[in-house]
């Protein structure tokens, strides 16, 4: 039996399958199915299944119990593809893919659809456009020319295999949930809060908040109103540009204590409140509609929900089943580490082969012992902190590991100059041009870190920026950050098939951290998978080096347990 199967839905909701030969065209007769999970469950032996969108066909096949080992998912391939062209933003649909193909007008793509809060199968798209399985096979064949054509074939087919098992996960975390104990938010709201008051207006708490604010300032002010807090504290004598915490907390005023903590508990009723719980959580479970390479760098998105901002006091109400764990796995220092594999700079290299704390080692070699300067050093490298201390410390980090600094900077420049920028498996950087107006959609932020000044931030500065420098900022994180995505998306492709025979199911993840839901009895495996899959992760991504890839890792019955 032909080791891979190609599978289009029809108009009428059956699917047309046929094998596939080594060149990617039919191998044999095509035949008719009623639906994908009859034609899954009738060919038990196939290694990989090729089909226009996993959003498309994975929640019908999860709905009917029918599990598959691989698949190749077009749209994510044309997307990668694209990128890899310099044609980032594109129309990226399949008909799109195969209107080019023939020299055709060009269709946009559909308009993302909203999610719907509680919905069981919330990718399944039953009005997507029909394309018939020879169009599809054409699309496909002329996606293995272009891999082909690439500087890097294998690295980029491999990246189009791990965007494609991405896709996979994203549809199994969706179709599980994270478990989620109703009850016990409403205790932590009411803890946080205090009581609702009707009509829906502000809780107690914040009401009180609010009038401590107004009494401080000698008039009524609408705390959750930035411009009234500005101009506020303006006609008291201080200057500030905004009302962002790293601005207003050095200020000697009575009203920035309780319009902090305001804003604080403003931002979690907001967020995660009681609407929040009534729309999201359904039976136990909050499902959120995971979007895998959600954005230009490769990083997860969630479509509705919030789902990758669940704020630690939050966390309380993700409680495991009865009987079952949480094993809630962090990678350590992931971004350097990956800095080491792609810049192979040898004494990074050595540094990240060790299982223990990488700014403290980095510390010793390169800043006399002081952690904290190391790091702002490594996070500096990597996300264009390069002024004022940042310069200094730089300047220290490249003298001890000046290939790791050599290779952000070649990016930086690259960026700068409007060139592509590359991910070590070939995720690309879309090029200045016409990179606004995806920039929103990518998720990418637009303006300026929001940080203190000179803070190394935990984000990309946005791409979008005219801004050659701001560009250049964001291309010197870009070959890191999306080259870490790229090797997360192979982690997870790699516990999956480890949690393919167990109870265990994977039920979040967002850039270093992942969560796996599994009976008491399975945590130890599941401990186990996850260190096994992150080596081999390292190892299928940047080939054999010594940079390890660890994980701190605790197995809790309750999510804000694990930190």
């Not at 994510?76 to 044609?87: F, K, N, P, V």
């Not at 495991?320 to 992931?334: E, F, H, I, K, T």
């Not at 003298?399 to 960026?415: E, L, Q, S």
């Amino acid at each position: 039996m032909a080791d891979r199967w190609a599978l289009s839905v029809a108009e009428d909701g059956g699917v047309e399958v046929a094998p596939l030969g080594p060149d990617g065209l039919p191998a044999g007769p095509v035949r008719r199915e009623a639906g994908p999970a009859e034609a899954v469950r009738s060919r038990p032996d196939v290694a990989r299944w090729v089909w226009r969108s996993t959003a498309e066909i994975a929640p019908r096949l999860l709905a009917a119990g029918v599990r598959v080992e691989r698949c190749y998912d077009v749209e994510a391939a044309e997307t990668l593809l694209l990128g890899h062209e310099g044609r980032y933003g594109e129309p990226h649909s399949a008909a799109a893919a195969l209107a080019r193909l023939r020299g055709a007008p060009v269709p946009p793509d559909p308009p993302q659809r909203s999610a719907e809060p509680g919905a069981q199968s919330p990718l399944f798209e039953p009005q997507a456009a029909h394309l018939p399985l020879d169009d599809l096979l054409a699309v496909y064949a002329g996606q293995q020319r272009r891999h082909d054509g690439s500087a890097h074939p294998d690295r980029l087919r491999l990246l189009t295999a791990a965007e494609s098992a991405g896709t996979l996960v994203a549809a199994e975390m969706n179709r599980a949930g994270l478990p989620w104990r109703a009850d016990v938010h409403r205790e932590v709201l009411h803890d946080l809060l205090g009581d609702r008051y009707a009509g829906g207006g502000e809780p107690r708490r914040l009401a009180e908040l609010a009038e401590e604010v107004s009494a401080a300032f000698g008039r009524r002010v609408r705390p959750d109103l930035p411009a009234d807090v500005v101009k506020a504290f303006a006609q008291a004598g201080v200057k500030v540009g905004s009302t962002r915490r790293w601005e207003i907390e050095s200020v000697d005023h009575p009203a920035v204590k309780p319009l902090i903590e305001y804003k604080k508990l403003y931002r979690i009723w907001v967020a995660h409140g009681w609407s929040w719980l009534q729309d999201w959580v359904r039976d136990g479970r909050f499902r959120p509609e995971f979007l895998a390479g959600g954005t230009v760098t490769g990083r997860w998105v969630t479509n509705g929900g919030g789902g990758l901002q669940i704020p630690k006091v939050i966390r309380r109400a993700v409680v495991a089943d009865p009987g079952w764990r949480l094993v809630v796995a962090d990678a350590d220092q992931m971004e350097p580490r990956v800095l080491a594999a792609i810049s192979r700079d040898p004494g990074l290299m050595e540094v990240a082969g060790r299982e223990t704390d990488l700014y403290q080692s980095v510390s010793d070699r390169a800043f006399s012992g002081d952690r904290a300067q190391a790091k702002l050093a490594v996070l500096g490298a990597v996300y264009g902190q390069t002024s004022g201390d940042g310069l200094k410390n730089l300047a220290a980090l490249r003298r001890r590991f000046p290939r790791a600094v050599a290779y952000v900077d070649d990016a930086a420049r690259a960026g700068e100059e409007g060139r592509l920028v590359r991910t070590w498996l070939g995720r690309t950087c879309p090029p200045a041009a016409g990179a606004a107006d995806g920039a929103e959609e990518a998720g990418l932020p637009q303006d300026e870190p929001s940080g203190p000044p000179g803070q190394a931030q935990e984000w990309v500065p946005g791409y979008a920026s005219t801004n050659a420098r701001a560009r250049g900022r964001f291309a010197r994180n870009f070959v890191v950050q999306g080259s870490a995505a790229d090797w997360a998306l192979l982690l997870l492709a790699a516990l999956r098939q480890a949690c393919a025979d167990k109870a265990a199911e994977l039920v979040f993840f967002q850039h270093d951290e992942v969560i796996v839901h599994c009976p008491e009895e399975e945590a130890d495996a599941v401990v186990a998978a996850i260190r096994e899959a992150a080596e081999l992760a390292g190892r299928l991504t940047f080939g054999r080096t010594p940079v390890r890839f660890p994980f701190t890792t605790a197995v809790v019955e309750c999510y804000a347990d694990a930190k």
